[in-house]
């Protein structure tokens, strides 16, 4: 019995450590990605990516809001 509850214990350990792991890859490169799919909708959506400041901030805009971004 006691065997079965190690085991237990050994799975939810190895679970909680590739939970705790992948929750720290998504938030260190988040903006990059949320970045990337950015990217992929706005070719999607026929807009202009525009880069942001820092990672994540990217937006996709029109032509003319890009013309008139650009004259400030």
Do not use: H, N, W
């Not at 909708?41 to 937006?59: L, Q, R």
């Amino acid at each position: 019995m006691s065997r079965r509850g190690q085991a237990l214990v050994e799975y939810v350990l190895i679970i909680a450590l590739i939970s705790v792991i992948t929750i720290s890859i998504v938030s260190y490169f988040g903006g990059y990605l949320k970045d990337a799919i950015t990217k992929s909708c706005c070719s999607i959506a026929d807009k202009v990516y525009v880069e942001g400041d820092k990672p994540g901030e990217a937006k996709c805009v029109s032509e003319e809001e890009l013309e008139s971004m650009q004259e400030e």
